[in-house]
């Protein structure tokens, strides 16, 4: 269906080969599971695949892409390619132009020229593979992650290719949202559809593959069947993240009883009529490294955002630090508790890292600033970035980034929002590198996360939230 | 949070009405609105229009909209009593002569105030109104290139999405210590800190945003219409009172108007 030959690339803007040699046969209903470490050049392969490069992008491009048998430069234009190859990105709110969930998945289907009855039908029964019927007259920024992504890859559907190509497609994800797309796209592999995947999640999506095409620095180190493949210890190191050795046992566990630096009282939160938060009570101790965990919906934001006052209570009371959260500023709050976002891109809007981090230093009027910056960008391992643009990062430096602006506010607490979405691996084990060393220095730390795995392999303790309520709250013995 | 310039599903008056016939009705009201210098005339469409919003359920939406309408009237009035000082002088804004209320000043602003109030309400009540894909396509077949269709599509849809962006920006930037305080100075030096990640995040959406729509097929690609938005008995009925309204208007004083200056 695609071949790639000795394909190799290099961006306009220059620097290293972005693909170099690379040669991949996908055949007729196969299912290609392409994993590898952030800047291996997946998400290039994807765009060589659905002839993107060769059509919209200038740079050196060199070896042969052929779709169904024709090279792609011999097909007229990007639109003539998207009758054979559908493509989903990894933002879905960029790939969403309508208003409707309907309304987006016709824009697709009213251009193939089909008759009206066999709109309706194909309408019908692309709504029922990706599970969006309910959601007909929903608008696009009423949908979570995985709704929104479902309806990009449903109107992606409505093109009728049986080529399907999806680009890292569950990174801004939750656990739900991930599960939601494995299951369409287990439905769509039974129906005979030939998909090409990049994605981290190997563990998630190993029922699907045929085949497993590991890339590191712009080449395919080994491919071959999933099982097999896996077993090998340098894939491995690669596909399955590793958190070994990094809860430190040797960190006492502190003291039952020593005062808390937050504690939450009977914590009720409506939005308008809707509860969202239904009698919380829990104390974060000095030193505490805690996950919180549970579905979307559960009120883990909700309840984070009071810790810091951007949420008030309804009922109930949250105190933090001495403070009481219900009426001091945020601008307070935040000498005591540091927010860290999901997403670091909302924080950013400095020239360089140095003065993103300094921004909290000079809003909090910290002393001894310098000094600051450059003991908080070495435990960050960002001294190298100082003088970089912070948007020009990786992703895994700009969520360090984003950690280093909140630490340099010297908080107590620090409190953290699904901080390892979209890194691979290595990324999300840095991040807890860094997170168990701030916790050896005194810190407490608040994580909300979707993985369990993580949760039950650096954390002290879990807790589980389950409809706005605590669930269960365990502390592990060491 | 209220949602700007954004459909809502009812079944209203002109929820069933054809886009081209909504079209017609805001050019319509529009050209009377522009036109007419007649102060009654402008409450009599105002009321209209009111009306309107009333049958099509969405007086509601309408209303929120009064509260910037207002504060746009105070600022128009201010700025005709500065600055066309014409006619009987009614009092003084400072009191010992400064700032004359003139009874032109305060015509040109109520006549400043009401266009722009009507053209408003019109434009929100045929938005919030219409399907965005029935009113791309209606502009689509008057002829209007594909391009510009979407850049007005594009335009609507993501009103919402960078409302939400701006408030987690913003409480991004207030877990961050950061205070910009009240009142002017606090606005301008609270525009860097939200702008500049929204501005960039919306422009590093426009490589993919670009490719989708290209990867549809949506400006190459000939349409076959799903469901074809016909015009009904309503629609037409609409159109020729409409019509009706519109020559007469014409006849009756814009044309005099222009005779008597001419002569």
Redesign the interface.
């Known amino acids: 269906m695609i071949k790639l030959e000795d394909v190799s690339y290099c961006y306009p803007q220059g620097g290293k080969e972005a693909l170099s040699g690379v040669s991949l046969s996908v055949r007729p209903g196969e299912c290609i599971f392409v994993t590898g470490p952030s800047g291996a050049g997946k998400t290039t392969l994807c765009m060589a695949a659905?002839g993107?490069l060769e059509h919209?992008y200038g740079g050196k491009k060199g070896g042969r892409v052929t779709i169904r048998g024709r090279d792609v430069k011999e097909y007229p234009?990007?639109?003539d390619?998207?009758?054979h190859v559908?493509?989903v990105?990894d933002?879905p709110?960029?790939?969403?132009?309508?208003?409707?969930v309907e309304?987006e998945i016709?824009?697709?289907?009213?251009?193939?020229?089909?008759?009206?009855d066999e709109?309706?039908q194909r309408?019908a029964s692309i709504m029922e593979i990706t599970h969006l019927s309910a959601l007909r007259?929903r608008?696009?920024?009423a949908l979570s992650g995985g709704q929104k992504q479902r309806v990009v890859l449903a109107?992606t559907l409505a093109?009728g290719t049986d080529i399907l190509i999806l680009d890292e497609p569950t990174a801004e994800l939750d656990e739900q949202g991930t599960q939601s797309i494995v299951s369409v796209l287990k439905d769509l592999k039974a129906e005979g559809k030939t998909i090409i995947l990049t994605e981290h999640k190997y563990s998630r999506f190993r029922d699907l593959a045929d085949r497993l095409v590991v890339m590191e620095g712009g080449e395919i180190r080994a491919s071959g069947p999933p099982d097999q493949l896996a077993a090998e210890e340098s894939v491995r190191r690669i596909i399955i993240p590793d958190f070994s050795g990094i809860r430190d046992i040797s960190v006492a566990l502190p003291q039952r009883g020593s005062k808390p630096l937050i504690s939450v009282q009977g914590l009720e939160h409506f939005y308008g009529d809707v509860p969202a938060l239904r009698g919380v009570s829990l104390e974060v101790l000095p030193g505490e490294f805690i996950a919180i965990v549970g579905e979307n919906g559960s009120g883990k934001t909700t309840l984070i955002?009071h810790f810091?006052g951007?949420l008030r209570p309804t009922r109930g009371t949250v105190t933090v630090d001495g403070k009481n959260a219900a009426t001091a500023?945020?601008?307070e709050l935040?000498?005591s508790v540091?927010?860290v976002?999901q997403?670091p891109?909302?924080?950013?809007?400095a020239n360089t890292v140095a003065e993103e981090i300094k921004?909290?230093i000079t809003?909090?009027g910290i002393p001894d600033p310098d000094k600051v910056l450059e003991r908080v960008m070495e435990k960050t391992g960002l001294s190298h970035a100082r003088d970089l643009y912070p948007?020009w990062l990786s992703r895994g430096e700009r969520q360090r980034l984003a950690i280093a602006?909140?630490l340099a506010?010297q908080p107590k607490v620090i409190v953290l929002d699904e901080p390892t979405t979209g890194l691979d691996g290595r990324e999300s084990r840095e991040i807890m590198e860094i997170l168990t060393h701030l916790q050896r220095d005194g810190c407490a730390i608040v994580m909300v996360t979707h993985s369990r795995q993580i949760a039950e392999e650096c954390t002290d303790r879990i807790i589980t939230m389950e409809g706005g309520k605590i669930r269960s709250d365990i502390t592990r013995e060491r | 949070m209220s949602e700007i310039l954004?459909?809502i599903?009812k079944d209203g008056l002109f929820h069933r009405m054809h886009p081209g016939t909504k079209i017609f009705l805001i050019l319509v009201i529009g050209v009377l609105t522009i036109l007419t210098l007649d102060i009654p005339l402008l409450c009599l469409i105002l009321l209209a229009v009111l009306l309107l919003a009333l049958a099509g359920k969405v007086l509601r939406e309408v209303l929120q909209q009064m509260a910037l309408i207002l504060a746009m009237s105070v600022v128009f009035i201010l700025i005709t009593l500065i600055t066309m000082p014409e006619g009987e002088v009614l009092g003084y804004l400072v009191p010992g002569g400064l700032l004359p209320v003139t009874t032109g000043a305060l015509y040109a602003g109520i006549l400043l105030t009401l266009r722009f109030a009507i053209l408003i309400i019109s434009f929100q009540v045929f938005v919030i109104t219409t399907?965005?894909?029935d009113l791309v396509n209606t502009l689509e077949k008057a002829g209007i290139p594909i391009d510009y269709n979407?850049m007005f599509?594009?335009a609507?849809?993501f009103i919402?999405?960078l409302q939400?962006?701006a408030r987690?920006?913003h409480?991004?930037?207030?877990?961050?210590?950061?205070?910009p305080g009240t009142g002017f100075i606090g606005r301008i030096r609270s525009v860097?800190?939200?702008m500049?990640?929204l501005v960039?995040?919306a422009l590093?959406?426009?490589t993919?945003?670009g490719?989708?729509?290209?990867?549809?097929?949506?400006?190459?690609?000939?349409?076959?219409?799903?469901?074809?938005e016909r015009m009904n008995l309503l629609d037409r009925a609409v159109i020729v009172i409409l019509a009706v309204i519109l020559v007469a208007f014409l006849a009756g004083t814009i044309l005099p108007s222009f005779g008597y200056s001419l002569g």
């Open positions: 659905a993107i919209e234009s990007l639109s390619i998207s009758g559908g493509m990105f933002d709110e960029a790939q969403l132009i309508f208003t409707t309304e016709l824009s697709a289907l009213e251009r193939r020229g089909l008759s009206p709109i309706e309408l007259e608008a696009p920024h109107t093109l955002k810091i951007l500023p945020v601008s935040a000498h540091g927010l976002f997403n891109d909302h924080m950013f809007f921004f909290g809003n909090l948007r602006c909140v506010m | 954004q459909y599903h399907q965005p894909r979407l599509l594009i609507l849809r919402p999405t939400i962006e987690r920006i409480e991004a930037q207030l877990a961050r210590g950061y205070a860097a800190p939200v500049v990640p960039s995040n590093s959406r426009a993919v945003l490719l989708t729509i290209d990867m549809r097929g949506y400006r190459t690609r000939a349409r076959t219409p799903f469901r074809e």
